[in-house]
Every structure is written in structure tokens, then in C-alpha cells.
């Protein structure tokens, strides 16, 4: 059975949602089409190039997630250098091994840029800081100048991801102004965004919820202690309120943790994997063919 799948953001979380994602693949389903917010995106990527459960538990689950983190150069001085990285590079990482990292996975299913997909099949969400606006690629992608058809995947899917402060915004030229626009993690426009996915065929919403001891305490000093901490609560504390269930056929509670440990150990990330693989696949009956 073919579903359409909109994949919530949440930082390293989205270990989680390739567990669910590996999930509804065992059951039967197979994604038609699907639309990612930051490490959402990271996953409906994987998962529309054809990636199957045990290649994503493999690559997802088996990755090193602490060397996804590239410093950026301010950020390796001792003391002060994440306050210093933050005002003169505007983030503590760079993107680029993330990049690296996604370009080859999606190069191992034959993609490397749009025009390499269906038409259609992926949508990721960013966050035009340059213009204060949401966007979705690859659509919007044409009002930059930009053919959506050569531009890298893994670079679309990196502009959703980088979390601001802990990633420096991810630069794009207007090839019709010339002007240099800065693109964060799009989570910042729809952490869920439902409202981006076609509905051709049934929607199946994959959402994070907490599971486990939830409490946080933060120190919070100097100017990276703060950005983390605006980061942090940006992410938990929207799990402290009841969120609207809408426009969803199908609503699937992915559990998780963690939230931008990137220090996660392949351990950690095996059991955030296998926690989230079992949660679904108990909610999901099997797929009846069409």
C-alpha cells in the first residue's frame, strides 16, 4: 500500500524516525511521497531513494553521529571560542560533513540532485533567514533562480537541518538579485509540516513524542550556553502542551529521548532505533494491497 509521509523534526531524534520509517516499510507500506522537516528531512530523503529497513538501521543507527559535528574555525580556540564562533561565523558547526555524509548515502541509490527523483516525490523545509520566510524544496527553489532539477538533494536536506547556533546557516546565491541568502533549520517555519504533502494518497504523520524521565535542567552561561538552551526548549517545549492532530490520515507516536546529543553512542542510537522500529510496527497493521 502506498502512503505519503510527513516526517516532524527534532534534532538527533530522527534516529528515532528511521526506526519508524524501517517500521511501516516491514509492515507493507511503501512511501509514494514524503516531506521532511530538518532531521525529518534527513529521513525522507533516505526513504524515497529507496533505502529499506535494514539500510537504514545500518546507516542511520550504525552512523557516528559526534563526527557529523565540523567546528567551525572560531569554535576550536579554548574558552571562549563557541561564544567567539557564534558571532563571527554565526554557528559553532559547519554543515559540510552532514553534507558529505547524506550526499553519499543518496549517491549509493543513484541520486545525487532533484532532476534524479520522481517529480514530486520529496519536499524538505527550510528556513529563508534572509527574508524571514518558509520555504520547501525543491519548489521554491525557482524563485532563487535556482533549476530544482540540478541542485543537490543532501544540499536541500543540510539547509533544513542546521540547527541555529549549533550549525552556521547554510548559504544560497539569488542567481536573479546576486544576493547571498541564509537558509537554517526549517523547523523554525513548521517543525510538522503537514501542510506541504499532497494528499493523492493516505497521509501517514510521523510525530516525536517523549517517552521517559523528560526533565531538564540547563546551566546556562555566556552565549552559547544560551543559544543551546533557546535551541533545547525550542525543541521539548512543544511537547509540553497538547498539539492539534489535523490533516493526517494516519497519526504515528514515533518515542524518543534525546534531543541534539550528538555525543549519542552507536548503543544508544541502536536501542533509540529499535525502541522506535517496535513502537510502530505495533501500532501499524499489516498493508492490504490496493
Not at 520566510?133 to 530544482?148: Q, R
Amino acid at each position: 500500500m502506498e502512503i505519503n509521509g510527513v516526517f516532524e523534526g527534532g534534532g538527533v531524534r530522527g534516529i528515532a524516525l528511521a526506526g519508524a520509517a524501517a517500521a511501516t516499510l516491514d509492515r507493507g507500506y511503501s512511501f509514494h511521497r514524503a516531506v521532511g522537516t530538518s532531521a525529518g528531512a534527513l529521513v525522507a530523503a533516505l526513504v524515497v531513494s529507496g533505502y529499506g529497513p535494514n539500510e537504514l538501521e545500518e546507516e542511520v543507527a550504525g552512523l557516528n553521529w559526534r563526527r557529523l559535528l565540523h567546528p567551525t574555525p572560531m569554535a576550536s580556540l579554548p574558552l571562549l571560542g563557541k561564544h567567539l564562533a557564534l558571532m563571527v561565523n554565526k554557528g559553532v558547526n559547519s554543515t559540510k560533513r552532514i553534507e558529505t555524509v547524506w550526499s553519499r548515502l543518496l549517491l549509493r541509490k543513484g541520486i545525487r540532485t532533484f532532476g534524479d527523483l520522481r517529480e514530486g516525490v520529496l519536499q524538505v523545509v527550510a528556513t529563508d533567514l534572509t527574508h524571514g520566510a518558509g520555504v520547501a524544496f525543491p519548489h521554491c527553489l525557482s524563485g532563487y533562480g535556482i533549476d530544482p532539477a540540478t541542485f543537490p538533494v543532501a544540499r536541500a536536506v543540510v539547509m533544513s537541518a542546521a540547527v541555529p547556533f549549533l550549525f552556521a546557516p547554510v548559504p544560497l546565491r539569488d542567481t536573479l538579485t546576486g544576493e547571498h541568502v541564509l537558509f537554517s533549520d526549517g523547523a523554525m517555519a513548521a517543525n510538522y509540516p503537514i501542510g506541504v504533502i499532497q494528499k493523492d494518497r493516505p497521509v501517514f504523520g510521523f510525530r516525536l513524542s517523549p517517552d521517559g524521565d523528560q526533565h531538564l535542567h540547563q546551566s546556562i552561561r555566556g552565549p552559547y550556553g544560551l543559544a543551546r538552551a533557546v535551541i533545547a526548549s525550542g525543541i521539548r517545549a512543544r511537547y509540553s502542551l497538547p498539539r492539534t492532530i489535523e490533516g493526517a490520515d494516519r497519526e504515528i507516536t514515533v518515542p524518543v529521548r534525546n534531543d541534539l546529543d550528538f555525543g549519542v553512542t552507536r548503543r544508544e542510537a541502536s536501542a533509540a532505533f529499535t525502541r522506535a522500529y517496535e513502537a510502530v510496527y505495533n501500532q501499524l497493521a499489516p498493508a492490504v494491497a490496493a
